[in-house]
């Protein structure tokens, strides 16, 4: 009772922000992102009747009590659906900045559905395996698969019809995203917290949806015709709506910093200058850059010689979850 799995991280081009049922992660708006091929999750997953109580690894040492709770939550849903009680050793080896706005949660909680359903010989499709990985963090039912990913938002209230989807694979228009790193600190407020501050409060979250489910129908006409220019134009304007929400919360928060805004500012300044480039940002300081490959040299260098810029990764279109074998492990 034993597997492995690896998930990539996924880049929200039209960004998911506030739940409508907190314990089934069901979201208040659809959403649509790219899965990146830079930042991933590689999680085993060995159930086993010798062990009294969950036992959490995270790079190679003890998860904290905390964390565990959180884990042990999410394969509870496991046993509830097999029937088995049994324990589980997790161990989890993540290549991505924690707690920076990068997604760290969506690989994670993706590869552990994968790993933990296959251990358990649930036999899973990948929409179900979207729908188990959603009850873990939300942005992780798009982490199943590769290209560009829609998550409906559904209808239901057991949460049966929300669940990812493709709609591109990546190879069939490989843009080029640059991830700006400028902090890679925890957030002082988390996105499950921030989503909930912002719904239960403020005044411009109506809108919000509103304009955000006509955002996601702008952005997958845009990849259908492969219209860089309209993407681009949605994804920083689908962005910026998200963040202004939290403006409004009470009390209000911010995840930017003023480095944030001078990359905006630079991004800016390169459309100006003739090149198409668009910025996005997650719940975090860090800015990603959607651009053309032919430009991403360029960018990256721009970028580089801020001052303030930590460090700069080239990302493309990645792919869906994987199964590895557990010696390669």
Known sequence: MKATARAFTNIALIKYWGKRNESLFLPMN??????????????SVQFCEC????????????????ETRKITSFLDRLRE????RV???????????ISAGLASSASGFAALAAAAAKA????LDKKGLSQLAR????????????????????EMEDGTDSYASPIMDGQDWNLSILSVILSSEPKKVSSRDGMKRTVESSPFYSNWVAEAEKDLQTAKNAISKRDFEMLGKVVEANALKMHATTLGADPPFMYWQGTTYHVMQKVQELRQSGIQA???IDAGPNVKILCQPEDEQYIRKEMLDLPFVQDVHLCHPGPGVTYLSNSKY
């Not at 062990?51 to 905390?66: A, C, G, Q, R, Y």
């Not at 358990?120 to 036999?123: A, C, Q, V």
Request: proline share 1%; glycine share 8%.
């Open 135 to 154: 009850q873990g963090s939300g942005s992780a039912c798009r982490s199943i698969y590769g290209g560009y990913v829609e998550w409906q938002r559904g």
């Open 30 to 43: 659809s959403s649509l992102s790219i899965t990146l091929d830079k930042f991933y999750t590689t999680t």
């Open 278 to 280: 668009y910025f996005t």
């Open 87 to 97: 324990n589980a050793i997790v161990n989890t080896m993540n290549k991505v900045p």
């Open 51 to 66: 062990l009294t109580k969950d036992v959490v690894f995270l790079n190679h040492s003890l998860m904290d009590e905390k």
């Open 120 to 123: 358990m010989n649930l036999n």
């Open 81 to 84: 659906i097999s029937g088995k």
